[in-house]
């Protein structure tokens, strides 16, 4: 009998636990209709805000060889056109679609959280953590009071799951108790984290906003730790596990750390979208040569020993 990958994420079914990262080809329909067939059980919006984002200007993205750098200001056409987006994909896609939400501040993240229920999202996920967007992200989801008032007043509407999405400056304990604490379903981690890199050529920094977030392989030791962490002391609540997944290895290493289903991002570059195939073929290969008949049976075994 063949292995099974299924998972169920507070009640969302993946038919692997292979999830597109929020900011990566999750803008358009056709690039998520792409992802959808390169095998992908599940795919992020990239951030959606109340208005129309431009971003940043160029350079917003550095290749470091060991990872990526970027401060893209979270770009985005608003919640209006978003939610048109996110209508059209519920029709054509048979995956789950989870809508990053962002905000400024409670009623903002309110607002959009509304309209892409309204538009039909399978889940949302709140982006309280991207580092390099002032007014945004991290700067709301640091506070762990706010963090958590915003997450509550969020579940509180919607009957879909609500994951909030943390980064390592998060990652304490006490701070992922408050957000679990504010009734939200499960919890992603992690975003990439605040660096910059400097061009000594021209001796500035090499991103226009000074500081961008690390990302990609280099951060997985980081990532893991925080994934391993939160499932030893929350085991019930349910994880995506997201920062340098690029083959099956790496992400069976997030669930066996106690991830439900991982994110894949900035791997995609290197890889393209096969790494999706391929990281649920090398699963089901693993599961079948070690004898087990479900992911689900993976999940947290590193905690066992
Ligand atoms: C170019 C780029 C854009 C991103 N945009 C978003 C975003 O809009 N919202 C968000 O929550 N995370 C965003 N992220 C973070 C990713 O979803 C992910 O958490 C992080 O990159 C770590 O995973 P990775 O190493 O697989 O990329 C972005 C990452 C990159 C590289």
Known sequence: MRASLEVDLAGLRLRNPTILASGILGSSLSLLKRVEE????????????????????????VDLGFGYLNAMGLPNPGVEEFSRLIAEARRLLKIPVIASVGGGGGEEFLLVAERVLEAGCDAIELNLSCP?????????????????????????ISSKPVFAKISIHQSELGVVEKVIGSGVDGITAINTIRAMAIDVDSMKPILSNIYGGLSGRCIRPIALAVVYRIHGEFPDIPIIGVGGVEDWKSALEFILAGASAVGIGSEIARKDLKIFSETVQGLEEFLAERGFRSITELRGYAHKI
């Not at 992908?40 to 993205?61: C, L, Q, S």
């Open 38 to 61: 390169a095998g992908a059980g599940a795919a992020a919006t990239k951030t959606i805000t109340a208005d129309p984002r431009e971003g940043y200007p160029n350079p917003v993205f």
């Open 132 to 156: 390099h967007v002032s007014g945004y992200g991290l700067e709301v989801g640091s506070d762990p009071e706010l963090a958590s008032r915003i997450a509550g007043s969020v579940k509180s």
